[in-house]
Structure formats: structure tokens, C-alpha cells
Nanobody
Framework: QVHLVESGGGLVQPGGSLRLSCTAS????????MGWYRQAPGKERELVAK???????NYADSMKGRFTISRDNAKNTVDLQMNSLKPEDTAVYLC?????????WGQGTQVTVSS
């Protein structure tokens, strides 16, 4: 079992920045992928960005150049730096852990971009 706890969401104006953090605990396997997904009301959950334990990253096209994912393997954390936020970035952001085709989800943190 892996437990994920997110933090860092909130309300921000368009053009602003937020940094999300996720801490994993429990039975963590050294080779894994951690990432962030988001789900807006009435929409399907979508990938934001993910990063392997070796540091390889993958971003959704609409997030490239604005968002940066990073991780600290020693602390079992994954962060998402979000810049130039837009109203359409408003969603619940969920942390994901995937290893050996077993995945876990955090409860999510709300990000609202509004003036």
C-alpha cells in the first residue's frame, strides 16, 4: 500500500504561479513513476506531467513550457511548479504513483485560477 498526500493548491490570479507537492509513504518500490493528473468538473481526468524514478519526464502538450515536474527520490516527493496559469487550468490536481502496473492516487488538491 502506498499513501499519497498532496499540498499547495489554492486560488491564484491568471498569470500567477503555484507549486504543488506530493509525498508518498508506505511500500514504495524503487522503480516507479510519479505524476500529476487533473480533473475539471464535467471533464475526464487527464495527464499533466509524470516523471520516472530515473528522472525522465513526460508532459501534456498544453503544459509544456509552463509546468515543471521534479522529484526527490530520497524524500519520496514529487513537485509540480505551475507558471503562467490560465483559468482553464482550474481543476482538482491528483498525485499518482505507479509501479509494476499497480497505481495509487492521492485525494487531490484544488487549483482555482480566477481574477
Amino acid at each position: 500500500q502506498v499513501h499519497l498526500v498532496e499540498s499547495g493548491g489554492g486560488l491564484v490570479q491568471p498569470g500567477g504561479s503555484l507549486r504543488l507537492s506530493c509525498t508518498a509513504s508506505g511500500n514504495i518500490f524503487g522503480i516507479n513513476v510519479m505524476g500529476w493528473y487533473r480533473q475539471a468538473p464535467g471533464k475526464e481526468r487527464e495527464l499533466v506531467a509524470k516523471i520516472t524514478s530515473s528522472g525522465r519526464t513526460n508532459y501534456a502538450d498544453s503544459m509544456k513550457g509552463r509546468f515543471t515536474i521534479s522529484r526527490d527520490n530520497a524524500k519520496n516527493t514529487v513537485d509540480l511548479q505551475m507558471n503562467s496559469l490560465k483559468p482553464e487550468d482550474t481543476a482538482v490536481y491528483l498525485c499518482n504513483y505507479n509501479s509494476v502496473n499497480i497505481e495509487y492516487w492521492g485525494q487531490g488538491t484544488q487549483v482555482t485560477v480566477s481574477s
